[in-house]
């Protein structure tokens, strides 16, 4: 694994730029996109941003994103999967509205310097680092946003394609090295950070993410609403998402069930060998009494100890 260090102890780089990204303009832009997703977009001042979930009217979960106020348009990133099918689905809810939704993904080179010493890295080459998570600071010909997707902190750097080799140049002339997808993905799951396409999917409720920054419960009516306040009032969720350790040096295959008391009480959605902790690490969806109770668990397939870690 390449920079899988660095992404742990210092900074790396790597590539976001397959993710989907999506601009969106009008007079009626603001409303439209607080009616379509899950948190308060009338209320995103400029240089601000959120992370949000796209629902369909059963409250599943299409798609997430991050969403920018740039000032004369709204910047959705969305994951690689989710680009088209999100454009899409925005695009059959415009009726009469003043709305114009342009597929920006490949009008934008996206770099990712994450790890606990990515702020400290970005200033010393005179890159702005936006003070507040999910926050923008406009640079050059494009911006920076306050984001991660793997390590404890990072900056995601929107660039016009034609500026991305003399930033990548500038990165490993300051001993910044490129961090490769496999490094990237195992600081994820150490991390806890559920990705949309691999632990988040279409079968998922808000709840079963746990991810409930990604939703403002004080907003008006949006699509899926009602689902999400039934579960919320009536907390009739049938299973978490939650980070595992499993005593194991070769990770279990996706969709291997956890046990305890001889009953099967999760599943493993994705799982990794960490260096760092000497076992598997993993998310997996377990029942909501488990989660809280966090017994010792136990594979399907195996006698190896599985469990909950601190997110």
């Known amino acids: 694994m390449?920079?899988?260090?660095?992404?742990?102890?210092?900074?790396?780089?790597?590539?976001?730029?397959?993710?989907?990204?999506?601009?969106?303009?009008?007079?009626?832009?603001?409303?439209?996109?607080?009616?379509?997703?899950?948190?308060?977009?009338?209320?995103?001042?400029?240089?601000?941003?959120?992370?949000?979930?796209?629902?369909?009217?059963?409250?599943?979960?299409?798609?997430?994103?991050?969403?920018?106020?740039?000032?004369?348009?709204?910047?959705?990133?969305?994951?690689?999967?989710?680009?088209?099918?999100?454009?899409?689905?925005?695009?059959?809810?415009?009726?009469?509205?003043?709305?114009?939704?342009?597929?920006?993904?490949?009008?934008?080179?996206?770099i990712a310097l994450e790890g606990p010493q990515a702020v400290q890295k970005a200033a010393s080459l005179?890159?702005?680092?936006?003070p507040t998570q999910n926050a923008v600071a406009f640079w050059n010909t494009g911006f920076v946003a306050r984001a991660r997707s793997s390590a404890k902190d990072g900056i995601r750097l929107f660039l016009p394609p034609t500026a991305a080799p003399n930033l990548t140049e500038r990165l490993a002339q300051s001993g910044i090295p490129q961090a490769d997808g496999e490094a990237v993905r195992v600081v994820r799951i150490e991390n806890g950070l559920p990705r949309y396409g691999e632990e988040i999917t279409e079968r998922n409720l808000v709840q079963e993410t746990q991810q409930l920054h990604a939703v403002s419960f004080h907003k008006g009516c949006y699509l899926g609403q009602e689902i999400v306040e039934r579960v919320r009032a009536r907390g009739q969720v049938h299973r978490l998402l939650v980070p595992i350790a499993i005593k194991l040096a070769t990770p279990p295959e996706q969709g291997t069930k956890l046990r305890y008391q001889q009953s099967d009480v999760g599943e493993i959605v994705s799982s990794v060998y960490s260096p760092a902790l000497g076992e598997v690490a993993g998310l997996a969806y377990v029942r909501p009494e488990v989660a809280r109770q966090r017994p010792v668990l136990t594979l399907s397939n195996s006698a190896a100890e599985a469990h909950i870690r601190n997110g």
């Open 2 to 110: 390449k920079g899988y260090e660095e992404l742990r102890e210092s900074a790396a780089w790597f590539s976001l730029s397959s993710r989907g990204k999506i601009r969106a303009s009008g007079e009626d832009c603001s409303r439209f996109l607080h009616a379509m997703s899950t948190q308060d977009i009338k209320g995103l001042e400029q240089g601000n941003g959120l992370y949000a979930f796209f629902l369909n009217d059963r409250g599943h979960i299409l798609a997430d994103a991050f969403i920018y106020n740039l000032g004369n348009s709204f910047f959705l990133d969305t994951e690689p999967e989710t680009g088209s099918k999100l454009l899409t689905h925005l695009d059959r809810y415009i009726i009469a509205d003043d709305v114009t939704l342009e597929d920006a993904t490949n009008q934008w080179e996206v």
């Open 126 to 130: 005179d890159i702005p680092v936006p």
